[in-house]
T-cell receptor
Framework: DAGVIQSPRHEVTEMGQEVTLRCKPI?????LFWYRQTMMRGLELLIY????????DSGMPEDRFSAKMPNASFSTLKIQPSEPRDSAVYFC?????????????FGQGTRLTVV | QKEVEQNSGPLSVPEGAIASLNCTYS??????FFWYRQYSGKSPELIMS????GDKEDGRFTAQLNKASQYVSLLIRDSQPSDSATYLC????????????FGGGTRLMVKP
């Protein structure tokens, strides 16, 4: 398996622009997590899905952030409009919520810089 | 209060020593516990998982879980400079929909 795949790896955008981050989870995994990591705040859970359904989005910082999971193979995190304080590394992770074994595996991350 | 607490470090140990990393969590219904290693500029990598009280050993790594004390630890024996990284403790609450919450991480430095 190729693991969790995120794109793009790096994104530089101007303030006010729309940014879309993409994630392909590991095949067969039915939970997907979006995290944001900064030096100041560490690894923060933004939102997670079970079986393509959003379960908890309380970590989404503002209405400017939205996430979708249209099918089991694909999820997006969108920021519109983007602001410099959104600059961070965004990670996607997936796990299998079956059999009580819930190990989660991370993608390589998207480093977002908003200027 | 944060749900998963770790000492941010840095924890400095000499090469060959035992490194001991600690984590406490607040939610008593938490069921699965994980240790991730993250090198600078890289993504977190799962190194240990533990589901029941006691010790679990894998090579130079031993995870210890005490649910009564809400405490989980990671011991690294014969520490190597290549073990220098940030170690993240993560807690999963299966019944709460499989939420996975991380501590702030402990930075480990192994000096040759």
């Amino acid at each position: 398996d190729a693991g969790v795949i995120q794109s793009p790896r790096h994104e530089v955008t101007e303030m006010g622009q729309e940014v879309t981050l993409r994630c392909k989870p590991i095949s067969g995994h039915n939970s997907l997590f979006w995290y944001r990591q900064t030096m100041m705040r560490g690894l923060e859970l933004l939102i997670y899905f079970n079986n393509n359904v959003p379960i908890d989005d309380s970590g989404m910082p503002e209405d400017r952030f939205s996430a979708k999971m249209p099918n089991a193979s694909f999820s997006t995190l969108k920021i519109q409009p983007s602001e410099p304080r959104d600059s961070a590394v965004y990670f996607c992770a997936s796990s299998s919520r079956t059999g009580g074994v819930t190990e989660a595996f991370f993608g390589q991350g998207t480093r977002l810089t908003v200027v | 209060q944060k749900e998963v607490e770790q000492n941010s470090g840095p924890l400095s140990v000499p090469e060959g020593a035992i490194a001991s990393l600690n984590c406490t969590y607040s939610d008593r219904v938490s069921q699965s516990f994980f240790w991730y290693r993250q090198y600078s500029g890289k993504s977190p990598e799962l190194i240990m998982s533990i589901y029941s009280n006691g010790d679990k050993e894998d090579g130079r790594f031993t995870a210890q879980l005490n649910k009564a004390s809400q405490y989980v630890s990671l011991l690294i024996r014969d520490s190597q400079p290549s073990d220098s990284a940030t170690y993240l403790c993560a807690v999963n609450t299966y019944n709460a929909g499989n939420m996975l919450t991380f501590g702030g991480g402990t930075r480990l430095m192994v000096k040759p």
